[in-house]
Nanobody
Framework: QVQLVESGGGLVQAGDSLRLSCAASGRTFSSDTMGWFRQAPGKEREFVARISWSGRRTDYVDSVKGRFTISRDNAKNTMYLQMNSLKPEDTGVYYC?????????????????WGQGTQVTVSS
């Protein structure tokens, strides 16, 4: 059974840092584009960051550029999102996802596997 499991969320104050992890099992994701998405209450799920299979290419939504860093360790089948200088507007459920076609997309519908999400709450 293919699973993506996020961890590392929590309640923090503005300016703090968190590191999210996404552990994959059931298949190897070393050839897949991986991404992080988030969903705030009452809003649609939105793209946050993506990373190519090799880790050489990364991309971020403008609102997190310079604050968030996506990375992956294919040997461990794990992806990470280091989030620094957190803001209240970063609050939401964070999901990791895998795109097995390798299309390097920002689009939710292009991702095939999803985790259950981890809550990040940033207080002001």
């Amino acid at each position: 059974q293919v699973q993506l499991v996020e961890s590392g969320g929590g309640l923090v104050q503005a300016g703090d840092s968190l590191r999210l992890s996404c552990a994959a099992s059931g298949r190897t994701f070393s050839s897949d584009t991986m991404g992080w998405f988030r969903q705030a209450p009452g809003k649609e799920r939105e793209f946050v960051a993506r990373i190519s299979w090799s880790g050489r290419r990364t991309d971020y939504v403008d609102s997190v550029k310079g604050r968030f860093t996506i990375s992956r360790d294919n040997a461990k089948n794990t992806m990470y999102l280091q989030m620094n200088s957190l803001k209240p507007e970063d609050t939401g459920v964070y999901y990791c996802a895998a795109d097995v076609s390798g299309s390097y997309s920002r689009t939710v519908d292009d991702y095939d596997y999803w985790g259950q999400g981890t809550q990040v709450t940033v207080s002001s």
